[in-house]
């Protein structure tokens, strides 16, 4: 592994899903000095809405100038990605859905590719304390990215979380769990 994008759909620079992407980059690192890490906040991205212009059917790529064209060129040539985002309202938070509608020029066969081999784990977390109340909305992300050809390999759920933004820390099992799981994609 050479190149990992990690992208978080929350604001809370140190919420929930903030610290258990951070706990995977950092088994990744613990295992591969060498490898590159992007971590990008969606919220401080310039992400515009998809127009539904169509200019990507016929063309290469979307025709919007925006932090969108920065996250395609990476998309190319990582190695792995990590998606972030809370549940709100029932789905992925507003900046994460965002960023998945605009993949959208990647589903058209003029379209640019990302990297053949893209692998990705997704973090997501909630306040409810069912472990599965959300599954449905994670296999429509899975879904989506695998249009796009990038494998879902693993996800990570903390749930249960209501009350501070920092309640993961006090889920040592869990955290435990992200760490290993940045280990072991070093071996992938």
Known sequence: MKEVLALIGSARKEGNTAVL??????????????????????HELKINPCQSCYFCVDNTGCCQEDDMQKIYQLLKRIDFFIIGSPIYMN??????????????????????????????????????????IYDEVIKDIKRVLKWH?????????????????????????????AYSLGLMLNRL
């Open 149 to 177: 050809k990038i494998n879902v390999i693993k996800t990570i759920k903390g749930f249960g979380y209501q009350y501070k933004k920092t309640e993961v820390l006090e889920d040592e099992k869990l955290l435990k769990k």
């Open 91 to 132: 789905y992925v938070s507003a900046q994460t859905k965002l960023f998945i509608d605009r993949l959208f020029p990647y589903i058209h066969p003029k379209a640019p590719k990302v990297n053949k081999n893209l692998k990705a784990v997704l973090v997501i977390t909630y306040g409810w304390e069912k472990e599965n």
């Open 21 to 42: 992407v951070d706990k995977i980059l950092e088994g990744i690192k613990e295992k591969n000095k060498k490898v590159k890490t992007y971590k990008y906040f969606l």
